[in-house]
């Protein structure tokens, strides 16, 4: 059974920091990519960052470039996405997915995890 769970969500106050982690297990996820996405309430789904498990190519959203960085630990089965200066408006549930179709929709993932919470307070 294929499985994503993230973790590392919280509240902090404006300009802080958090890394959220992303284990996933259950399947070779070796020809993936995965992503990070968040939804804010009353908001789509947003895409915001993504790395190939293999060759950990990595994409970004231009919302969250220079302030978002991915990264994966292929022994841990781990993805990472460490957040930096966090704004009010980076307040959201935030999922890490799975695809092996195009990074950047929210609609070729095939796994997604439980979501985490992020609030920022300002």
């Known amino acids: 059974q294929v499985q994503l769970v993230e973790s590392g969500g919280g509240l902090v106050q404006a300009g802080g920091s958090l890394r959220l982690s992303c284990a996933a297990s259950?399947?070779?996820?070796?020809?993936?990519?995965m992503g990070w996405f968040r939804q804010a309430p009353g908001k789509e789904r947003e895409f915001l960052v993504a790395?190939?498990?293999?060759?950990?190519?990595?994409y970004y959203a231009d919302s969250v470039k220079g302030r978002f960085t991915i990264s994966r630990d292929n022994a841990k089965n781990t993805v990472y996405l460490q957040m930096n200066s966090l704004k009010p408006e980076d307040t959201a549930v935030y999922y890490c997915?799975?695809?092996?179709?195009?990074?950047?929709?929210?609609?070729?993932?095939?796994?997604w995890g439980q979501g985490t919470q992020v609030t920022v307070s300002s």
């Open positions: 997915a799975a695809t092996r179709g195009y990074y950047g929709n929210y609609r070729t993932y095939d796994y």
């Open positions: 259950g399947r070779t996820f070796s020809s993936y990519v």
């Open positions: 790395i190939t498990w293999s060759a950990g190519n990595t």
